[in-house]
């Protein structure tokens, strides 16, 4: 009885003397019509001495006398003219009041905007639809978006999870589900999520942490992406591919899904840790798990992805093309012997050389003949790609030079360097000195470098020699100048002649040099992998494909090339382009086959065919519920967005219709046929073509000869309003007055004509007719008002709205019925106007 006296009393002086905070709060819950203003006013701000602030507006209590507890609201760290919408950990006394400053500073877990902070007085409300986060200035900048629900409350679990739930308890959303660059024990990290983190030296880079089917990835921005830790799965059955990794004592535990249906997921046991854990992907890459300590704060107890190079082995540990040895960092060496100064890289800066290098003279593509290689012997990548080249290092070398792409060629090799494995990166970040009693391998990276034309300084005329030349020497000279000009003439005709012939047999050969390029197959293997183009999926403008198989089982599809005069030139553009582009919703080009007159192009199989039999179904088993078409339409623009805004030069695809939409065996969407049509350099350059696509999803600009990327937005208008309405745009079988689906959109603005075979579909009505808008906002018929495809992307997450006052005065496009001589013209291309920064910064 004793004790229990001095404890309380104890509790009470804690209370009286707290700077921080004295009064009593344990909060975890809120309901629905709440508004929080981020303002000094709420009633829970603390202070830390870090230069940190947490304006908390729900706590999980402290379970001990004190600890770190879980906390949400609003948070900034630094000079505080910004915060997010964040999960946090902060310590807590056992009034479960925000204490000890000096110490245990919040730590972020998870953040709603970390992408477009908010100001003072930006306002979070809670409402039946879910959480909406506005700034200052009322703009929305994140939201649940989980409409047609009914949530009744907020919940701060203990574990920090943070939970809308319904009147039965349901979880309707949960911030677990979507990481941002942290998780705390218990939370997994799924297939199709990431944990992200921007770099912390200069640039844009950034690093992901991934689960594919394959296994555990951490990968570095790059196109494609290149991967610093691999933790892969073998074997091919479903029994033994991760579906997911979870955070458990100090490591990420891969989760293998069960084959059996009442089998629990399998996991390696890991003990539980003794205090209060989180693990965060830092700014440089690594992996680290921190753990409370109360005599020392939060410490690091774990790092996770340091393998067999140790520091060396991070992609941005010494910049770019900086060299790490033993953690320290220098920049490539001269180019060779011969000049007064060949100086090829200079460090970016001298105090801090973890920066890394740049040449001294950049790269120029408009002078490839002064392109050379500087050799570094016995220096190595952190990263070699699955499907690298196998091939002699001459030939390596040979490859980067020969295309303006590539930055380098990285050669490893065992005892003979005339077999090895070749990588041609496009963009080369931080080298690694090899040690070979570790690696077992011998290896050499040749960087490339511009050095500069050799300019004489002076002119023959100059010589005094040749001033006193006499006039039978200069006779004779014009003579012979004469017959020179005449033999020069001769010889340059005769080489031009030769190149055309030569150029025709150097194309195929071009393509084995492409740095990153795919597989290249014979055409006998393609013959027999598609038991001689016996099974057709499907036919395009561009040739018929074909189903097959390769000898280790892995399913392709073929695509034969039509049309011989034509078809080198889509070749060459779609290979060379496609090849290096990488997304989850495009299709991947898995490798191409040039033999005499065959053109044949391999792709990765997508078994649930084209979106057309499942949005256009002739039976019931067809009909997609309505996630199932949410998700696809998200994948689409996904997928537009990185082929108009992310990849190196803009791709517009000209044909974007429901036939070149695939799904994979989990209906995840994926664009096809990109890369056929022109490609517009982002500086705007203009290129002339002819009018290309299929009517019917054709915008009306294609009438006024000015075309954009904004057309690919049109069409993506239609494919939304056909898979919500689960019919084509023009149905001949209609009655004439429901003939045309635009003017229906037009007439009752997509309230009535959503897809009614389906019993789901009418479930979601709300949703279903805020998607209409989507639609509608990309049929805009000014093609200015449509919007990008990054902002669609934007609104279908939530975090934007569609524009209010759309025009429902549709242009039909070109349709069917549109006379051969509308189509019968040139078209100009144009980039529309930029993107605006804070279009493409907001949190995605």
């Not at 840790?273 to 989180?278: C, T």
């Not at 798990?289 to 020392?296: A, F, G, I, M």
């Not at 517009?652 to 990109?674: G, R, T």
Request: include cysteine.
């Amino acid at each position: 009885m004793g004790m229990c006296c001095f404890l309380y009393l104890i509790y009470l002086l804690c209370s009286l003397f707290d700077p921080i905070n004295a009064e009593k709060f344990d909060y975890p819950i809120a309901n629905v019509s709440t508004t929080w203003t981020n303002s000094l006013a709420l009633e829970h701000s603390v202070n830390f001495t870090d230069g940190s602030s947490v304006r908390a507006i729900l706590l999980r209590g402290a379970t001990g006398f004190y600890g770190p507890s879980f906390a949400c609201g609003f948070y900034c760290n630094g000079n505080c003219s910004s915060f997010h919408f964040a999960v946090f950990i902060v310590y807590t006394n056992s009034g479960s009041r925000i204490t000890n400053p000096n110490l245990g500073f919040p730590q972020l877990v998870w953040s709603a905007n970390p992408n477009k902070p908010v100001k003072e007085n930006s306002t979070l409300d809670l409402t039946k639809g879910g959480l909406a986060l506005r700034d200052a200035d009322g703009v929305l900048v994140w939201s649940t978006n989980i409409t047609g629900s009914n949530i009744v409350g907020l919940n701060m679990t203990e574990t920090g999870n943070l939970v809308l739930y319904d009147s039965k308890n349901y979880t309707l959303w949960q911030s677990f589900d979507d990481p941002t660059d942290a998780l705390v024990p218990g939370q997994k990290l799924v297939l199709g999520k990431s944990l992200t983190a921007m770099a912390n030296k200069a640039g844009d880079n950034s690093f992901a942490l991934s689960v594919t089917n394959t296994g555990l990835f951490a990968s570095i921005n790059s196109d494609p992406p290149q991967f610093y830790y691999q933790e892969e799965v073998t074997g091919t059955k479903n029994s033994t591919k991760p579906s997911y990794v979870r955070f458990r004592n100090g490591s990420l535990a891969l989760f293998i899904l069960s084959a059996e249906p009442n089998k629990p997921d399998s996991v390696i046991s890991t003990p539980l840790a003794s205090s209060m854990q989180y693990m965060k992907l830092e700014s440089d890459g690594h992996l680290k798990v921190y753990e409370w300590s109360d005599l020392s704060g939060w410490i690091v107890v774990a790092d996770l992805l340091t393998g067999i190079l140790a520091e060396c082995g991070y992609p941005l540990v010494c910049g770019n093309y900086g060299i790490c040895s033993n953690g320290q960092c220098s920049c490539p060496g001269p180019l060779g012997t011969g000049g007064d100064d060949n100086t090829t890289f200079r460090q970016l800066s001298a105090r801090q050389p973890s920066l890394g290098c740049s040449r001294i003279t950049p790269l120029s593509c408009e002078d490839t003949k002064y392109h050379r290689l500087v050799d570094l012997n016995d220096i190595m990548y952190f990263y070699s790609p699955p499907d690298i080249t196998r091939t002699d290092i001459g030939s390596c070398k040979n490859a980067c030079l020969t295309n303006c792409s590539c930055e380098a060629a990285l050669f490893q090799y065992g005892s003979n360097s005339s077999d090895g494995d070749c990588y041609l990166p496009t963009q080369v970040f931080s080298l690694v000195n090899n040690v070979k009693e570790e690696t077992h391998y011998n290896s050499s990276a040749f960087i490339k470098v511009q050095v500069s034309p050799v300019i004489p300084s002076s002119s023959p005329s100059s010589d005094p020699k040749f001033k006193t030349a006499g006039t039978a020497t200069i006779v004779g000279s014009s003579v012979g100048a004469t017959v020179g000009v005449s033999l020069l003439v001769f010889v340059i005709l005769f080489l031009i002649r030769k190149k055309k012939n030569v150029e025709e047999e150097d194309d195929e050969e071009y393509l084995d040099l492409v740095p990153g390029m795919p597989t290249r197959f014979a055409y006998e293997d393609l013959k027999l992998a598609t038991n001689n183009f016996s099974t057709q999926l499907g036919q395009g403008g561009f040739g018929s494909v074909y189903e097959g198989a390769l000898i280790n089982g892995t399913k392709i599809a073929v695509k034969c090339l039509d049309g011989l005069g034509q078809v080198k030139k889509s070749f060459l553009a779609e290979v060379e382009t496609i090849g290096s582009v990488h997304h989850v919703n495009l299709v991947r080009l898995v490798g191409f086959c040039v033999d005499k007159t065959h053109r044949l192009l391999v792709y990765e199989y997508m078994c649930n065919g084209s979106l057309e039999k499942w949005i256009f179904p002739k039976t019931e088993e067809h009909i997609l519920d309505w996630k199932t078409r949410q998700s696809i339409i998200s994948d689409i623009a996904k997928g537009l967005t990185y082929l108009h805004e992310q990849c190196r030069q803009k791709i517009v695809h000209l044909d974007i219709k429901p036939q070149n939409i695939l799904l994979d065996a989990n209906f995840n969407a994926k664009v096809s046929d990109f890369g056929l049509s022109k490609l517009i350099e982002r500086d705007g350059g203009e290129v002339m073509t002819t009018m290309r696509g299929t009517p019917g999803y054709m915008a009306p600009e294609w009438l006024s000869s000015v075309i954009t990327e904004k057309v690919d937005v049109y069409s993506f208008g239609i494919v939304v309003m056909e898979i919500v309405c689960g019919r084509k745009n023009l149905d001949r079988s209609q009655p004439e007055e429901r003939m045309h689906l635009l003017r229906l959109l037009k007439e009752d603005k997509g309230c009535n004509i959503i897809d009614k075979n389906s019993d789901d579909m009418l479930l979601h009505r709300e949703e279903t007719t805020e998607m209409m808008k989507v639609a509608a906002w990309c049929l805009q018929s000014d093609f200015a008002r449509r919007p990008s495809m990054s902002v669609v992307v934007k609104v279908l997450e939530g975090v934007m709205e569609v524009e209010p006052s759309l025009d429902y005065n549709f242009s039909s496009g070109i349709t069917p019925m549109t006379t051969a001589k509308d189509l019968d013209k040139q078209v100009q291309f144009r980039d529309s106007t930029p993107l605006l920064p804070s279009l493409l910064s907001g949190p995605r």
